[in-house]
């Protein structure tokens, strides 16, 4: 199983950019896609961005399509999301999830994951 370890949440203006961070460690995580997904309060946690154990495909939401930008380093056990123009509905905890198997290519899914980190909390004030 991957351990992963959330960093880089902070409080932002609107507008403003931020990136956060994993770090994996504990098997071959570029074997593994990828994926970070964000819970805000009083919701459900929902999907944000995945991205394929080579990273060359790439799947987002609707409604971060064109601010965010997920990213990995293989050769660094990281995983990453680069967050722009921000907005106040982006406030969440942000979780990033390692597939469950390396067969799941680009999963999307929560029941495709296997390995959660604890997150990292994102505000952004208005």
């Known amino acids: 199983q991957v351990q992963l370890v959330e960093s880089g949440g902070e409080l932002v203006q609107s507008g403003n950019s931020l990136r956060v961070s994993c770090a994996a460690s504990?098997?071959?995580?570029?074997?593994?896609?990828m994926a970070w997904f964000r819970q805000a309060p009083g919701k459900e946690r929902e999907f944000v961005a995945a991205?394929?154990?080579?990273?060359?495909?790439?799947y987002y939401a609707d409604s971060v399509k064109g601010r965010f930008t997920i990213a990995r380093d293989n050769a660094k056990n990281m995983l990453y999301l680069q967050m722009n123009s921000l907005k106040p509905e982006d406030t969440a905890v942000y979780y990033c999830?390692?597939?469950?198997?390396?067969?799941?290519?680009?999963?999307?899914?929560?029941?495709?994951?296997?390995?959660w980190g604890q997150g990292t909390q994102v505000t952004v004030s208005s």
């Open positions: 991205i394929s154990w080579s990273g060359t495909n790439i």
């Open positions: 504990g098997v071959a995580f570029g074997n593994y896609g």
């Open positions: 999830a390692a597939a469950a198997s390396s067969t799941y290519y680009l999963p999307t899914r929560e029941g495709h994951f296997g390995s």
